[in-house]
């Protein structure tokens, strides 16, 4: 299933051969309305207010729905009221947020997007990119801390069984339940086939040793999806995902990472000795890790770029407040134009990683292929965010270098949104790969 899901609908046809104009001309046609719609509206003769009103329901809209725009608001305020108050606290500490986290699953933020037959709400990866940018812009630290839970339980939802789901999915969405995903190692990052942690079938029995690396919530998870290879000469094509419940004999949790940024989430080592895992804890079968792993990261790196963008816009908000109120040669710096000019540059790049992430959002929710749409949108989204809080430091001057303001720390939290669920080098490689198969190459 994982490997067809998101094939079908675009995968009907041959591929594209690029030398064939009216063929891509076909197909963009074919993309933008339907059939039936093309054979009933005809441009002649229609003037050019009633030609768009008429094809407005088959087309684009950024309008959000009113249940979009009350998720919108819910979180926008939830952000203001509980998160952004204790922000630098926690930034400083480096406490985990159990406070906020416990209210945000209160208010159905943690279950916003596990279908409603378990006890979620049902929403898609849209509502959920929205839900994202906005807890994202009071502390992106702390919001890391909530949707991580979306990447930890990706696995089950993507390929768990019936069963499975019902023995997770129903007490995660009835109690505060904390998930991570376990994939990273100290020698397994952006090349998963060295991943070394080792899942020895005996009976129905895993017998898992090895450890995973810089896992969010690592230190504070009750369960961990964990990736290891059944045979280590195999690559990725033995990996294998695996339950584990941060209670079994054999598991130990390290030493939590010092970071630079982001320093709300909990990010530690996590060791297993000998771990006991039953057969009825693998999510698909033997060798199908890879495949599950990819998928789920490709749909998190979604409310990556959504986060990122969350925390671009508070950065511009706080320099725009700063430039209206600072005097300089007897005038506010809002009244230069190369003031004006760089805070332009930096709405302008905030609102088109938006509309990347929506989109990526919106073509996972339809079912349609999405891995170029969503690597795209969490590469250009972490170098915007990283480039609109430096732009922001610098337009706040020493007060944005200082710690009595946020700037600095906006900053911080900005640089790890370039490198978590993927280096740039890897998005970029993933774009060209899905472009090549587009124009048939």
Known sequence: MISTMFHERRNGHKPIEFRDRRLIQRRVQLRTFSSERRRQVSPEGLGERELFSTMAPMGVSFELTEKQKVLQMKAREFARREIAPVASYHDRTGEFPWDIVRKAFEEGFFTAYIPKKYGGSGLGIFETAILTE???????????????????????????????????????????????????????????????????????????????????????????????????????????????????????????????????????????????????????????????????????????????????????????????????????????QYVQFRLADMATQIDAARSLAWKAAWAHDRGYRFAKESSMAKDFAGDVVMKATSEAVDLLGGYGYSKTYPMEKLMRDAKLMQIYEGPSPIHKTIVYRELAKEYGF
């Not at 940024?261 to 057969?279: C, H, L, Y």
């Not at 693998?282 to 792993?293: F, Q």
């Not at 725009?320 to 809002?334: E, S």
């Open 134 to 336: 906005e807890l994202a812009a009071g502390c992106v630290g702390i919001t890391t801390s909530i949707m991580i839970n979306v990447l930890g339980v990706g696995p089950l939802l993507l390929s768990g069984t019936e069963q499975q789901k019902e023995k997770y999915l129903i007490p995660y969405c009835r109690q505060l339940t904390l998930w991570s995903f376990g994939f990273t190692e100290p020698d397994a990052g952006s090349d998963p086939s060295r991943i070394a942690t080792l899942a020895e079938r005996k009976g129905d029995y895993y017998i898992l040793n090895g450890m995973k690396h810089f896992i969010t919530n690592g230190g504070v998870a009750d369960f961990y999806t964990v990736f290891a290879t059944v045979n280590r000469d195999l690559g990725t094509k033995g990996i294998t995902a695996f339950v584990i419940s941060s209670k079994m004999d054999g598991v130990r949790i390290g030493d939590a990472l010092d970071k630079m940024g982001q320093r709300a989430s909990n990010t530690s080592e996590i060791f297993f000795k000998d771990v006991k895992v039953p057969v009825g804890n693998r999510i698909g079968e033997d060798g199908e890790g890879y495949k599950i792993a990819l998928m789920s990261i490709s749909r998190s790196r979604i409310n990556v770029a959504a986060g990122a963008v969350g925390v671009a816009r508070t950065a511009m908000e706080h320099a725009l407040r700063h430039v209206q109120k600072r005097i300089q040669f007897n005038q506010p710096l809002a009244n230069f």
